[in-house]
């Protein structure tokens, strides 16, 4: 049974940095983030991959957030900064056959921790 622990979510006001992290059980795993909003469909935000070499972030926080993960290992964190209020959203932590921006290819789903950008 593979585990997805998440932590570091927050309310926090717009321009400010925040830093979410990802711990997963069993074997090493591309990881991910994704994030929903209330009413939206769930959105890529960046992926990585088992040994940290690779990189993707959506477009949309392109510049602004940095996903990385200790090599060989299963932990992965997502840096955000410069937030905005379009950022507020739960965010996921998935686990599987990435690197990709795809959600179907990832087997393993966190619970969501849930990021507050306020005005």
């Known amino acids: 049974q593979v585990e997805l622990v998440e932590s570091g979510g927050g309310l926090v006001q717009a321009g400010d940095s925040l830093s979410l992290s990802c711990a997963a059980s069993?074997?090493?795993?591309?990881m991910a983030w994704f994030r929903q909003a209330p009413g939206k469909e769930r959105e890529f935000v960046a992926t990585i991959t088992v040994n940290g070499g690779t990189a993707y972030t959506s477009d949309s926080v392109k510049g602004r957030f940095t996903i990385s993960r200790e090599s060989g290992t299963n932990t992965a964190y997502l840096q955000m900064n410069s937030l905005r209020v379009e950022d507020t959203a739960a965010y996921y932590c998935?686990?599987?056959?990435?690197?990709?921006?795809?959600?179907?290819?990832?087997?393993?789903w966190g619970q969501g921790t849930q990021v507050t950008v306020s005005s």
């Open positions: 069993g074997h090493t795993f591309a």
């Open positions: 998935a686990a599987g056959r990435g690197p990709t921006r795809s959600p179907t290819l990832y087997d393993y």
